[in-house]
């Protein structure tokens, strides 16, 4: 085990959320090297841990943990707003080294994937509540959009129905349609076309980019 900063690549299909995660643990420089971000296309770079966003993204056994590895010996750490215990152990038994809440702050992340590169198994405890508010960037935050609804905007604009969308984030189909309202009312619009051609114009379309820091780990 190197006694340097731990080298971490964050995954997710949005150049925003990637970036946002990587400005939020950037004081941290120290102990965790931010050295790739992915959105869109495989990790490539010798890393110890892989930290997946789930925005917009598949969850729990859904996670293709083979495919983000890319053969390497990387640790995969999920970071989500969801909590559920039974969402939790279904990523652990799919081969995750641990599951992180996006209601932490950057310190706690940064503790926490410490204890996975050391070995350690980390989860959120049994009684952990989801997390409404999450760390970081995501699309439509400049329109007062919340995390969750900007989320569900972005599976509507990718085409997914209200279910799917449901069965996706591991809500219900009710606290769906309430993000919809809310968002909606938000960006100024009333049909699902509309909504998709605001997020289409406002960056909630997948990216597919790959950015890679060369530079030397700085000396702390």
Not at 16 to 26: C, D, N, P
Not at 46 to 65: A, K, R, S
Not at 111 to 140: C, F, I, K, N, S
């Amino acid at each position: 085990m190197s006694s340097g900063p731990i080298r971490v690549a964050i995954v997710n299909d949005y150049e925003i959320v990637v970036a946002g995660v990587a400005s939020m643990l950037a004081p941290h420089h120290d102990r965790v090297n931010v050295v790739e971000l992915d959105s869109g296309l495989p990790v490539i770079s010798n890393v110890d841990v892989i930290l997946y966003d789930t925005f917009g993204q598949v969850q729990g056994d859904g996670v293709d943990l083979e495919d983000l590895v890319h053969g390497s010996d990387a640790h995969v750490v999920i970071f989500s707003w969801n909590l559920q215990p039974e969402l939790v152990q279904r990523a652990i038994d799919r081969g995750a080294s641990g599951y992180l809440s996006k209601g932490l702050s950057a310190g706690e992340i940064v503790d926490r994937l410490e204890a996975v590169h050391r070995g350690e198994t980390v989860t959120p405890p049994p009684e952990a509540e989801d997390a409404d508010r999450g760390a970081g960037e995501w699309p439509g935050r400049a329109a007062g959009l919340t995390a969750r609804e900007s989320e569900v905007l972005a599976l509507i604009t990718q085409g997914l129905s209200n279910q799917e969308i449901a069965e996706r984030t591991y809500l219900s189909i009710n606290s769906v349609k309430t993000y919809i309202r809310t968002a909606y009312r938000k960006i100024g619009v009333a049909r699902r076309s509309q909504a998709v051609g605001w997020g289409m114009r406002h960056g909630f379309e997948p990216d597919r980019m790959r950015s890679i820091d060369t530079s030397p780990t700085q000396p702390s």
